[in-house]
């Protein structure tokens, strides 16, 4: 792995946890950090010192040479604790500074929210996720490091691992928040026949089976949860306009595979399909109205919400002229080729917002370059800002 895509890796992960990162080159150079701030401003400052402490230390000694285990283990500033984890990129060995964080076995008097806290097998989970795609330098692991449910499932993308990790961590009740935080986002995206939001989320990050808190065996509690999610989803998308007839038929369906289904992978495929399977009846309901090119000119707009696409673009992906095209839209959607990209953009924000996503991944999820961008955007359309409506939504 290079060292960009290795900056972006980290992105990722920053993106999902709580802990601040920099990367630095082999003779102490920062090649890139990720730095969190406390919402406290005394304890953002006891961060910031302990943190630049470890950081004049390591940069001591990679200019010396070499870096001393000890700080390449758990290393205490003051309560907190930092670590330097070597990568090595296609650039040549790097050294990654994470923390603070706690070590459960050593907990202080003082535990603050913000901080993440480890069993030592954790830590050795996290060196293993900070060095996916580079060749490990630590020695070997203790045999009971880690248990095989602590290690990141084969085909699981990088900021899934993080999602994990950082979940079974998490108390029951936050847990259950964060369940129905991500249901709501998925639920509203289905009313919505926001289909590009589903499809960037094909995945869906909540009620895996490490999720599921109650019941007699996982197998057991998947299929209560993921038959709950099927109504969800069904009355979602009668709420969209969907035929009842047909989507309580669908919910029909999917009830009686749900129940039949003989592994938590198969429940997991099943919600996924069924949520995309109601939120396309919500679609075919809503564009009944749409002539075909209409309707081919939102479905290449859904499709490459990330890309910049224009009205010659879409025009031609519809085999019509641009002139032709923006004549249709708006006749029948009654607005632009560019207040309809807005639209669709702002309608997939929305889904992020619900999710719990920052401004900034919301901005990109949705197709904007800059927040700004964004914002201005979803302004014009909701008349309030972003985080306003998040906050509003959420609570």
Same mark, same amino acid.
């Given at each position: ?32 950090? @990720? ?32 870096? &001393?285990?000890? #700080? ?6 003051? *309560? ?43 830590? @050795? ?21 880690? &248990?095989?449910?602590?290690? +990141? ?13 950082? @979940? ?35 995945? @869906? ?22 038959? &709950? ?32 289904? +003989?592994?938590?992978?198969?429940? #997991? ?101 800059? *927040? ?24």
């Amino acid at each position: 792995m290079n060292r960009q895509d290795y900056i972006t890796y980290l992105r990722d992960l920053y993106a999902l946890g709580r802990l601040d990162m920099i990367l630095f080159d082999a003779q102490g150079h920062p090649v890139s950090d @990720f730095i969190k701030v406390s919402r406290h401003s005394m304890l953002q400052l006891r961060r910031n010192r302990t943190r630049r402490d470890f950081v004049e230390q390591l940069q001591q000694e990679l200019q010396k040479g070499s870096v &001393s285990q000890r #700080l390449q283990e758990p290393y205490p500033e003051e *309560n907190y604790y930092y670590q330097a984890i070597p990568v090595l990129l296609t650039e040549g060995i790097h050294y990654l500074c994470i923390g603070p964080f706690y070590l459960q076995e050593k907990l202080g008097q003082m535990v603050e929210a913000d901080v993440p806290c480890y069993m030592t097998p954790d830590v @050795f989970a996290l060196q293993g996720l900070f060095q996916r795609g580079a060749q490990p330098l630590f020695k070997e692991q203790p045999e009971d490091a880690a &248990s095989p449910e602590d290690e +990141p499932q084969v085909g699981m993308r990088p900021r899934e691992e993080a999602e994990m990790m950082t @979940f079974k961590r998490m108390q029951p009740s936050s847990q259950i928040r964060y369940n129905a935080m991500r249901e709501k986002a998925i639920r509203q995206a289905i009313s919505d026949g926001n289909l590009s939001y589903l499809l960037q989320t094909s995945t @869906f990050d909540y009620m895996m089976p490490v999720h599921l808190l109650s019941g007699e065996g996982t197998l057991v509690r998947a299929r209560r949860g993921i038959a &709950s999610a099927n109504s969800v989803y069904c009355r979602a998308a009668e709420d969209g306009g969907a035929s009842s007839v047909l989507v309580r038929s669908i919910c029909a369906d999917y009830a009686r595979r749900i129940e039949e289904a +003989p592994s938590t992978a198969e429940l #997991l495929r099943l919600r996924d399909e069924a949520a995309l399977t109601y939120c396309r009846k919500v679609r075919e309901a809503s564009q009944n109205k749409y002539s075909i090119h209409v309707r081919h000119c939102i479905s290449y707009l859904d499709a490459n919400l990330l890309e910049d696409v224009t009205l010659e673009a879409a025009a031609k992906a519809c085999g019509v002229s641009y002139g032709y095209l923006s004549k249709m839209l708006k006749a029948e959607c009654g607005c632009s080729f560019s207040v309809l990209l807005h639209r669709i953009r702002c309608k997939t924000a929305t889904c992020c917002l619900l999710s719990g996503k920052s401004i900034t991944e919301t901005a990109g999820a949705s197709g904007y370059k800059t *927040n700004s961008q964004f914002c201005h955007a979803f302004k014009k359309l909701y008349h309030t800002s972003p985080k306003a409506w998040q906050t509003e939504h959420l609570n």
